[in-house]
């Protein structure tokens, strides 16, 4: 390791952050950095700048890029990089309007080998068993360290002013070769799920019953992990302050990367994004009957006015997220007969072929009868396989989807342009009367926040840290929180259905009054979560990993 002389500490001269999904929205971790950057942005100005992966061109540009050659004075055309490397400078157009740089990173892969061979030697990091997309963030991660070394000479910045924040494994080769390269930098690695944690789950292995008994190393070399698990491992005992999001996930690194992170930095949300009342009112009346009309012509019949809207929505991970226990739930309110009828949107991104010409007709002649999939919005390249196609068609052959509850699958992201819903997600959510996310695995749980943040109740469970978080700090009640943490194990998995499936029903028969009691809770619990209140953690994880870089390069 290169030995550097001790330097003086100053404040922060330049905070950099990185993820796959700076500018790129994919999952939840677009929602914790682009909630999160207002707040960072009134913190630290334009010291602050986010590197993302530049993966768009002309033809497919990205919404949330808006670029500005003059930022950072001119860094994108006075810098040059080697391996072909090249950048875009612009704003994120979020809350904040923070810095942005989108990185082009193609030119690393034939150096690939080269660079695993550095990793090895110097960190011990395994990349034989290397497949799939681990080439690609690696490739990516060694852009951006490349880049905010050359980011930090062009503006001038000390090294030992310059805090850089690496997300997710995906990013973790950054971390280690900017600590090889540029040793004074303090380095901060947060983990949003251990990748070995979720290949557990994934594979169906009962995470929580022999939690104790797993050892992470010896898991990686039998789900076949070993060169991710390796990377964000050596990520974490190598950064100057590893963070998680959740205690849920802070003790699964315990276990399974044989490392406690020296910070929970739980995930806050930021109130903008929120619309005032008027237009939520009109968003809640455009997106109800949005959603009315795409069922009635699905279905073939009337849904009511007061239909009870229920949604679930996020990654498409069947087991961990909780979409089997969710389809299963709505089966079990199904023969309770809810005081209203209930439709059922599973909101859940899938592979995707194109919009159902014979729904959109349909639509447009205001129905003529149920369709054929009567529950599918998109045609699907893999329907025969998807597991949600499969178990709700299993629900509807066997009777168990008949009667008050009717599904509607949307297996599209909502960004506005899918050829049926085209409405966005963030306002489609208005339109919602309660959501459930029954997640398995779950280290934070965005999607239960971002839903009591928009005055929705929801239903979510205690393997989430969102859900923990309510468990410690609020009466577990729809009408104390907004919130019903119910608990899931390994083998409880009946009782937890039933759970749902009672809370639904109560709900469903809520009056007027007690409605709006649950949405009023579920928006002050929301308010509790806000970025103001939750940055704190990040400000204690910059200071831990400036001390712990000092006391390194000392």
């Known amino acids: 390791m290169q030995k550097v002389k001790r330097l003086e500490r100053d404040k922060i001269g330049l905070l950099l952050e990185t993820s796959w999904e700076v500018c790129n929205k994919i999952g939840g971790i677009y929602t914790v950095l682009s909630t999160k950057a207002r707040v960072l942005q009134e913190k630290f100005g334009d010291k602050l700048v986010f590197i993302g992966p530049d993966v768009w061109t002309e033809d497919t540009p990205s919404p949330y890029f808006i670029e500005r050659k003059t930022l950072l004075k001119q860094a994108s055309s006075r810098l040059k990089f080697p391996y072909g490397i090249t950048i875009r400078v612009g704003r994120w157009d979020i809350p904040g309007s923070p810095q942005v740089v989108l990185v082009k990173f193609e030119g690393v892969y034939e150096h690939l080998n080269e660079i695993f061979g550095q990793m090895w030697e110097n960190f011990g990091v395994d990349s034989m068993h290397a497949y799939g997309d681990y080439h690609e963030g690696c490739a990516f991660a060694v852009a951006t360290a490349i880049v905010m070394q050359a980011l930090a000479r062009h503006l001038n910045v000390k090294g030992n002013n310059v805090v850089a924040h690496f997300n997710e494994w995906t990013t973790a080769m950054g971390l280690l070769y900017l600590k090889h390269n540029m040793p004074e930098a303090a380095t901060v690695f947060t983990t ?232 966005s997600y963030y306002d489609i959510l208005p339109a919602i009367d309660i959501t459930v996310f029954a997640s398995y695995y779950e280290p934070w749980g965005y999607t239960p926040l971002e839903s009591v943040a928009f005055g929705v109740p929801t239903v979510t469970t205690d393997k989430s840290g969102f859900g923990q978080w309510i468990l410690s700090n609020f009466t577990n009640s729809i009408m104390d929180c907004g919130v019903k943490v119910i608990g899931r194990t390994d083998s409880n998995y009946c009782e937890a259905v039933a759970e749902i499936g009672n809370q639904l029903e109560a709900y469903s028969n809520s009056s007027e009054s007690e409605v709006k009691t649950a949405r009023d809770a579920a928006s002050a619990t929301a308010e509790k979560a806000d970025w103001k209140y939750f940055i704190s953690a990040y400000d204690e994880a910059f200071k831990v990993a400036e001390e712990r870089r000092d006391a390194r390069i000392k």
């Not at 060169?227 to 959740?246: I, M, Q, Y």
């Not at 949300?269 to 069922?295: N, Q």
């Not at 072929?353 to 014979?358: A, G, I, L, N, R």
Request: some cysteine; glycine content about 8%.
């Open 192 to 423: 949003h799920a251990t990748s070995i944690g979720r290949s557990i789950c994934g594979n169906g292995k009962p995470l929580y019953d022999y939690f104790t008994g797993y050892n992470g190393d010896q898991m990686a070399r039998e789900l076949n992990m070993e060169a991710k698990h390796s990377l964000e491992k050596t990520a974490a005992h190598n950064a100057d302050c590893f963070t998680a999001v959740s205690e849920v996930t802070a003790r699964e690194c315990e276990q399974l990367l044989d490392i406690r992170p020296q910070v929970v930095t739980p995930n806050g949300f930021e109130p903008d994004f929120v619309p005032e009342e008027k237009k939520y009112a009109r968003l809640r009346s455009e997106g109800r009957k949005t959603i009315l009309e795409i069922a009635s012509a699905l279905k073939g019949k009337k849904f009511a006015d007061d239909t009870m809207i229920v949604a679930t929505s996020g990654r498409n991970e069947y087991r961990n997220k909780g979409l089997d226990l969710f389809l299963d739930a709505l089966s079990d309110l199904d023969k309770r007969t809810p005081g209203k009828s209930v439709l059922a949107l599973v909101l859940v991104p899938a592979w995707v072929k194109e919009p159902f010409e014979s729904l959109k007709d349909a639509m447009a002649k205001g129905g003529e009868g149920a369709l054929s999939p009567d529950y599918l919005t998109h045609r699907l390249n893999n329907e025969d396989s998807d597991s949600i196609a499969c178990r709700i068609r299993s629900l509807e052959c066997e009777g168990r989807l008949h009667g008050s509850v009717d599904v509607v699958y949307v297996p599209c992201y909502l960004d506005g342009g899918d050829g049926i819903v085209n409405v």
